[in-house]
């Protein structure tokens, strides 16, 4: 079975530096995609970023961006000049096609950004 | 453009009672997927459902069912409720089933089972 683990349960930054939250995930697929999740406190799940197993090239969107290690099965996602809207829960997930195309999610990072 | 939309957004409701939520997708969406959060974990998968037809079950007991409606709207039934099933309930859209397509997900609706 497919899992994800997000070993730090609680993170925290200074506004304008840079962080990285971990997550390392356990599948036998060779195919399969990688996503990081933002959830403030109005409860929506937002998307930050993806990335596609098959593709070496980490992915980048804007002040975030991904380091995946398919070897090492290891996806952190780093922030870069945080601001104090980033502040929520991080879940990392991942989701193959083959198994039902349900989506596993880690139990989270809750990132706390201050001033 | 209206992003997904739950309802409601709270409910209470005692043991042993059903109920229903509801989820209307995001404009061209044909995929609805619904998902348990429990406080302080992250989501679990229920149902996948796309074209009106269930694509996929997570491993939820015989008293959670849902349907898929001609305009792609869905619901969510959960019947003897129990106190475990309180959590957030997630509904999510995409516009395809394979999965690099993108979930995109409702504010959610608050359960409690008291």
């Known amino acids: 079975a497919q899992t994800v683990t997000q070993s730090q349960p609680e993170m925290s930054v200074q506004e304008a530096e840079t962080v990285t939250l971990s997550c390392t995930y356990d599948t036998s697929e060779s195919d399969y995609y990688l996503f990081w999740y933002k959830q403030p406190p109005s409860r929506q799940m937002i998307l930050v970023i993806r990335q596609e197993a098959y593709k070496q090239q980490n992915a980048t969107e804007n002040r975030f961006s991904v380091n995946f290690q398919k070897a090492a099965k290891s996806f952190s996602l780093k922030i870069s000049d945080s601001q104090l809207g980033d502040a929520a829960m991080y879940f990392c997930a991942y989701r193959t096609l083959r198994n039902n195309n349900d989506m596993r999610f880690g139990a989270g990072t809750r990132l706390t950004v201050k001033p | 453009d209206a992003g997904v939309t739950q309802s409601p957004t709270h409910l209470i409701k005692t043991r042993g009672q059903q109920v229903t939520l509801r989820c209307s997708p995001i404009s061209g969406h044909k995929s609805v997927s619904w998902y348990q959060q429990v406080l302080g974990q992250g989501p679990q998968f229920i149902f996948q459902?796309?074209?009106?037809?269930?694509?996929g079950r997570g491993n939820f007991p015989d008293r959670f069912s849902a349907r898929q409606f001609p305009n792609y709207s869905s619901e969510l039934n959960v019947n003897a409720l129990l106190l475990g099933d309180s959590a957030l309930y997630l509904c999510?859209?995409?516009?395809?089933?394979?999965?690099?397509?993108?979930?995109?997900f409702g504010n959610g609706t608050r359960l409690t089972v008291t």
């Open positions: 459902y796309y074209e009106k037809e269930e694509r």
């Open positions: 999510a859209s995409s516009w395809g089933e394979q999965g690099n397509s993108p979930l995109h």
